[in-house]
């Protein structure tokens, strides 16, 4: 079976958030980066590493390809050096789908949940069930 990642149209709002997650123990922190579009809520792009502008401006760059209308998301500083002030929206409402979708991924995928005894020993493993669960 072929994954493909959805395809990602122009001129739509989406909503960008992070979750925290552990790769082998809990001291061994890493984070997951995603974009939905805010209407039909599919997951467009993301990207797992540290908590670093580069993991962020990894899923950004895709949204500033796709000449996105609005990019709603959390208070995070380090996106206001990354997103044009034209694009960006931070507002109190601005990300309710998206938060729900993180409680949705804890839900579903355990290895996400914050106290668990199941978590992933690999980068690799970890990346290829968010393909799975994104994109088929």
């Not at 925290?20 to 922190?29: A, E, L, V």
């Not at 959390?74 to 109190?92: A, G, P």
């Not at 980068?123 to 968010?130: D, G, K, Y």
């Amino acid at each position: 079976m072929q994954l493909q990642e959805t395809f990602i149209s122009k001129g739509k709002t989406y909503e960008v958030d992070e979750m925290c997650t552990y790769i082998r123990n809990k001291r061994n922190f890493i984070w997951l980066v995603y974009a939905s579009e805010r209407n039909s809520k599919n997951v467009v792009s993301f990207n797992v590493g540290k908590r670093t502008n580069k993991t962020l401006s990894r899923v950004l760059d895709t949204l500033k390809l796709s000449e996105a209308k609005k990019i709603c998301n959390d208070r995070l500083k380090n996106y206001r050096y990354l997103i044009d002030e034209k694009l960006h929206s931070v507002k109190r409402f601005g990300t309710n789908h998206i938060e729900r979708k993180n409680l949705t991924l804890r839900s579903h995928l355990k290895r996400l949940n914050r106290r668990t005894i199941c978590y992933s020993k690999s980068l690799v493993v970890l990346i290829a069930i968010l393909k799975i669960y994104f994109w088929i």
